[in-house]
């Protein structure tokens, strides 16, 4: 993994767990959080698409909006568990 990639992989996560932290309200992060949020929401998109037949494209702009989806359903859990 280049320095080039690795810069890429950041910013995706961060960007997506910025605006996951938009959509699902209240939970802001700063900038290692939303990173984190945003990499395991990649992670989270890759179990759950591809058993549901889901493909959202290539691209940074797909990768962006994969992993905002998968960290939307990750917050979704975290709340949902905290209440439990």
């Known amino acids: 993994?280049?320095?080039e990639s690795?810069?890429?992989f950041l910013l995706i996560g961060a960007v997506a767990g910025?605006?996951?932290g938009v959509l699902v309200k209240g939970y802001g992060f700063g900038i290692v959080g939303n990173?984190?949020?945003g990499i395991v929401g990649a992670?989270?998109?890759?179990?759950?698409?591809p058993a549901l037949n889901i493909?959202?494209?290539?691209?940074?702009?797909?990768?962006?909006?994969?992993a905002t989806l998968g960290a939307v359903i990750l917050l979704l859990v975290i709340r949902v568990?905290?209440?439990?």
Not at 43 to 49: K, S
Not at 81 to 84: G, H, L, N, Q
Request: proline content about 0%; charged content about 5%.
């Open 81 to 84: 568990v905290k209440r439990a």
């Open 43 to 49: 992670f989270v998109a890759g179990l759950i698409f």
């Open 35 to 37: 990173i984190v949020v």
């Open 55 to 66: 493909s959202l494209g290539g691209g940074i702009l797909g990768s962006i909006v994969h």
């Open 6 to 8: 690795l810069l890429i």
């Open 1 to 3: 993994m280049t320095i």
């Open 18 to 20: 910025w605006l996951a």
